[in-house]
């Protein structure tokens, strides 16, 4: 490869042209070819190239001088190293060149996009510019972050042009607003746009019944829709309605629409620019319209600033155009619309969401399922027997406890007797004495002191058998086979026990059911019914069905409110079951839907509440 020499302009010149280059504001492939020309000439170099990174592979930008530089050599050789190295370290020299005589020098370049790697690289002569010199890294230092400044200053002319779109479409909107009928708010929005476009003639075109037919003409209040023009022109429109997007004639470079009906009209309306955007509501085209001018072609630009006016003005306008027809096509009209969204393929899930919930509330309100009463229940015994304090004492010993299976005649609890015992023995002293004083008394015929002497002995026999009833009862004895229910004096032997004080409750094990308990709302919902399953706190791995033998004439009042108590007796043996046991009961209350079980608390409610 040969070196192509260039004449340099001198440094001022170059510094000037780097000056301009900061305040560019053409198109990026213009940018960096200048840019590429200014860093070549301001650092001596016989070629420079702007390389991007697009993946793993590093393609050319731009290339300076124009025309000269080799660009597919230079991209088919591996940059890797090198390139990761200066995108790490700062300007770089290549060590191994491509070609000898030649010094190549790879230098980063800051962009405004963090993930995007761009690299200037300059080929000096080895001559001039010996390996390792920093004299070129020094100049190119300055314009190492052009092309942020660059990249910076067209998205801020980008925010200036869109703040000036939206300022113009809201000044539009403003005019518009000021209307209540549909018709003079496009009258006034065509002539609007025809003067800020300076266009000759501004047309809209309204979607009715799925064709599009024009509704208003700048400049013009009158005019006969079946005139040609109009017709072909009405045709431009639905090209533009057809494929949703803007169509400009003459089509600027990448437009690929379809305009043989702009390409008619424009030839027949001798018009020498034709811009046509359509007017969109939550995506849907409702018109279209159409700018038309002889002096100038429509830019891209004119194109968004058209994009941008009619997004704000189009809400309006079809508000304005439902209002003004009479109540019986507006209501037509939201039908034909709600049946569009039902019937269209859009919305595909929240549309089976809709089918599944109405199949669900038809479900709910047409197929009953069998319903039962939940409520609570409490095991409780035909026979229980309180165990009380024969007299007042000391508890020597408590033999059980709850949960105790004990036997008829068993003891249960066992008082002190060593006091019983000493007034026995006192008794059995006395009347001793007092038989002795009554033998005496006889005897010496004093019959005064015979009586007494009996009186006294009568009292003490009263007192032994008193103390010997006492025995008898100081053990407590079980008055019949059954479970200890309640009662656990373990942590009070030694205390004194006063008279009556109840002591143990004692449950027989024959003849257990369950009390289950109904609230008073749910009484008319049993019916006839009798079956019931029974689920028990300490067993809720299996219910167990029971049966429904007797309800309740009365209710009774509780914590909830009033309820009715029912004997539930169970159809399977439980030997485990014990009196007190609670759990949780279902009773069968018929075949119910899904719709009046969820509804038919809060409408007893309102009925209670309304007298309905």
Known sequence: MEPHSSSHDTPATAEARLRELRLFDGPPPAFWVRFTEVATELSGALQGRCIVRLGDSWNLLATAPEGTAQGRFFLSRSLG????????????????????GFEHLLVPLAVEDPGQQCLLELVFSADEVPAGSASPVDRLLLLADTPRIYQRNLAAQEIRRENERTARALDVLAMVNEHQRFAPAAMTLVNELAHRFGAERATLGWVRNYYLRIVAISGTERFQRKMQV??????????????????????????????????????????GALLSAPLRVEGESVGVLTVERESEPFTEEDARALRVILDQCAPRLVDLRRRDRWFGARW???????????????????????????AFVIFSLVVPFRYAVDTTFQVRADTMSFVSAPFEGYLEEALVRPGDVVAAGQVVLAFEREDLLIEEAEALAQIQRFRAEAELAEAEGNLADLRVARAQLAQAEARLDLAQHRLERASLRAPFDGVVVQGDFRDRVGARIQQGEQLLLLSELEGLYAEIRLPERDIDLIGDHRRARLVFASR?????????????????????????????????????????????????????????????????????????
């Open 540 to 612: 809720p791995d299996k219910s167990f069905p029971a049966t429904i033998e007797m309800l309740s004439p009365a209710a009774y009042p509780d914590q909830e409110g009033n309820a009715f108590a029912l004997r539930a007796q169970l159809d399977e043996e439980a030997p485990w079951l014990r009196p007190g046991m609670t759990g949780v009961s279902r009773i069968e209350a018929g075949q119910r839907t899904l719709f009046w079980r969820a509804t038919h608390r809060i409408i007893d409610f309102i009925r209670l509440k309304l007298w309905i």
């Open 230 to 271: 109009l017709q072909q022109l009405e045709a431009a429109m639905e090209e533009s309605k057809d494929q949703d997007e803007e169509i400009l004639l003459p089509a600027p470079p990448g437009q690929e629409s379809v305009v043989a009906d702009h390409q008619q009209y424009s030839r027949d309306s001798q018009s």
């Open 81 to 100: 190293a090198e390139a990761t190295a200066a995108l790490q370290e700062g300007p770089r020299w290549v060590e191994e060149t491509p070609l000898p």
């Open 332 to 358: 037509a009209a939201g039908l034909r619309r709600l049946l569009a969204k039902v019937l269209s393929p859009r919305h595909t899930w929240l549309k089976l969401a809709v089918i599944l919930a109405t």
